[in-house]
Every structure is written in C-alpha cells, then in structure tokens.
Nanobody, 119 residues
C-alpha cells in the first residue's frame, strides 16, 4: 500500500522558516518523483516544488524560487521542503504526492499538513 505522510507544518511569523517532511512507503522510492502542492482556502491547488528521486531534477513555482529548497534522502525514503522567508501568502495546507512518470505528477496523495504564516 502506497503511503505518503506529510509533517512539519505549524504556525510561524512572516520571515520565519519551516521544514516539511514527506515520508514515503509502499513503492520503489528511487523510481518516483515526489512533489509538494498546496491549497489555500478559496484557491486552486498549486504545485510548489517537485523532485525526481532518480535523477534529482527539480521544479519550483515562481512564487517560491529563492525561498524554498526541496531535497530527497533516498536512504530514508523522505523528501524535505525547506521553507525560508515565509510570507502570509504561503499559508495553506501542504500535500505531498508521488508519480512514477512525471515530475510534479500526482498519482498518489498523502494527507496534508497545515502551514500558517502570520503577519
């Protein structure tokens, strides 16, 4: 059974940092791309950042470039999202997803973790 467990969310002041973790199990981690997505109330889901576990290629949304860093620890089957210089507009539920073919694909989803940035 494929499982993706996101954690690390919380409440932080603007300018602060958080590190999200996505622990994966039930599939061959090295063969998949893992992505972070977010959805704020009343807004559409947005792709934030994604990484290929096989070749390390990455994607960042323009809104987070230079502030967020995605990384993968293949030994731990875990993908991290380091979020620095957080802004109130980063407030959302953050989800991780996995896909065997497409960077930022969404074949499998995990439950989200809430990130709230206060001004």
């Amino acid at each position: 059974e494929v499982q993706l467990q996101a954690s690390g969310g919380g409440l932080v002041q603007a300018g602060g940092s958080l590190r999200l973790s996505c622990a994966a199990s039930g599939f061959t981690f090295d063969d998949y791309a893992i992505g972070w997505f977010r959805q704020a109330p009343g807004k559409e889901r947005e792709g934030v950042s994604c990484i290929s576990s096989s070749d390390g290629s990455t994607y960042y949304a323009d809104s987070v470039k230079g502030r967020f860093t995605i990384s993968s620890d293949n030994a731990k089957n875990t993908v991290y999202l380091q979020m620095n210089s957080l802004k109130p507009e980063d407030t959302a539920v953050y989800y991780c997803a996995a896909d065997p073919y497409i960077l930022c694909g969404m074949d499998y989803w995990g439950k989200g973790t809430q990130v709230t940035v206060s001004s």
